[in-house]
């Protein structure tokens, strides 16, 4: 699945988004370096929701998820908000967005995390075994004592084209996100941040 950003770049309506940004600036005395990176962030947030309605998967909101039904959730093509994941553990394909969800005692174990969101979430004392995070990103989360760890074949934990952004990481080794700035997503996040 294309990003968002490069979905939009691709149409006709990037003209239209570009005139908007020359507007936006010369109207309201704004510097463009910091309104690109909102309104494309802000129209990248709009096609992830849109998807979220149109996707195969699944809505949970303010649901709490543990051992006792975690087999019953859809892991791929789902969005998650409010939700709390307690004491389990888990393995295969995730492929979903979370928003402001709480990892407790959650172990992964050879899961691969494809392309998910993670806005505003906390791991508390989760461990991840040989997991893969190929084209995530993590925005303003918080990771307290997790540990991202070899599994029992001896692989380690991917982070392939991953990002992080605004998150606190306290003792949680293993964790190393690529973090390039050079991304429009994180771009957009650091000139809301400037702009606070």
């Not at 294309?2 to 570009?18: D, F, G, I, S």
């Not at 003792?171 to 000139?191: H, K, L, T, Y």
């Amino acid at each position: 699945m294309a990003h968002p950003y490069t979905e939009v770049e691709k149409t006709r309506l990037w003209a239209a988004v570009e005139s908007a940004i020359r507007d936006l600036v010369s109207n309201n005395n704004l510097v463009e370096s910091t309104a690109q990176p909102y309104v494309v962030g802000y129209l990248c947030q709009k096609l992830l929701n849109e998807r979220q309605v149109v996707g195969e998967g699944m809505s949970v909101r303010s649901e709490t998820i543990t051992s006792h039904n975690h087999e019953e959730i859809e892991w791929d093509e789902s969005y998650f908000k409010f939700c709390d994941f307690e004491e389990f553990s888990e393995h295969g394909l995730v492929g979903s967005d979370f928003h402001t969800c709480s990892f407790k005692k959650v172990d992964w174990y050879w899961s691969l995390f494809s392309g998910c969101n993670f806005i505003n979430c906390s791991f508390v004392d989760c461990t991840f075994a040989g997991t893969s995070f190929p084209d995530s990103r993590f925005i303003d989360c918080e990771l307290v004592n997790c540990k991202f760890i070899q599994d029992n074949l001896g692989g380690e934990c991917d982070f392939s084209n991953s990002w992080a952004h605004g998150c606190s990481i306290e003792n949680s080794p293993g964790f190393q996100p690529e973090n390039s700035s050079d991304i429009p997503c994180v771009r957009f996040w650091q000139a809301v941040r400037a702009a606070e």
